[in-house]
């Protein structure tokens, strides 16, 4: 795919011309966050239907892109999302990137790997610092008498931390896309049929 070094260090970045640029720039664009971390889909924000109906929406760490298909993160299997997305799996991941003037909404499906070889994967390619955070005995979100870090509470075995690890894959259904140009802001919106996404201008 297309490597986005020019395009980030541009300003503006130009116009795409055809929906296949577009499809090929929002993929590529994923790729960059999760692998290089220089673009606001590092950090996305990951938006989930609550069980009581409400919107749950939080920043998190994109870690792998399996290109045209989804999108990874990883999470403690304890935590809220977690109950909240096997009752709703419908998900949206949204970031806005300042510098290029662009926003990617990537919507799906997702799913929750706990004890399977993709969350074996994970696991063992994650660094030691990215994996503290499942070291602790307290539950994500349980009351703290102070303000406090993963470090600073009683710690797990390997074992039980590997247990506490999850990884959240959401397999994109569509993509919806906009550009802020000079020239004129456009939008283009890609919905999955079979293997392929099928794209379309939209009014923005």
């Not at 720039?25 to 220089?38: K, M, Q, S, T």
């Not at 419908?90 to 909404?105: E, P």
Request: charged fraction near 30%; include cysteine; proline fraction near 5%.
């Amino acid at each position: 795919m297309k490597d986005l070094e020019d395009e980030l260090m541009a300003e503006p970045m130009s116009r795409l011309e055809s929906l296949e640029e577009v499809l090929e720039h929002l993929w590529a664009y994923a790729e960059r966050g999760a692998h290089r971390r220089d673009n606001a889909m590092a950090t996305p924000i990951f938006v989930t239907t609550r069980q009581d109906g409400a919107p749950g929406a939080r920043t998190v760490i994109l870690r792998d892109v399996e290109p045209g298909r989804a999108l990874l993160c990883h999470t403690d299997r304890r935590s809220g999302k977690v109950q909240d997305l096997q009752a709703e799996p419908r998900t949206v991941w949204v970031c806005y990137d300042r510098q290029i003037h662009q926003q990617f909404q990537f919507i799906g499906r997702t799913t929750i790997h706990t004890d399977d070889a993709l969350a074996d994967r994970m696991w063992a390619e994650e660094s030691p610092d990215e994996l503290v955070f499942y070291y602790k005995k307290p539950r994500p979100s349980e009351h703290a008498e102070t303000p406090s870090s993963a470090q600073d509470f009683e710690e797990v075995s390997e074992a039980e931390a590997r247990a506490n690890f999850a990884v959240v894959r959401t397999e994109i259904d569509a993509i919806l896309w906009q550009h802020v140009h000079p020239e004129g802001e456009y939008r283009a919106g890609f919905k999955r049929q079979g293997d392929q996404f099928v794209g379309e201008w939209l009014v923005p």
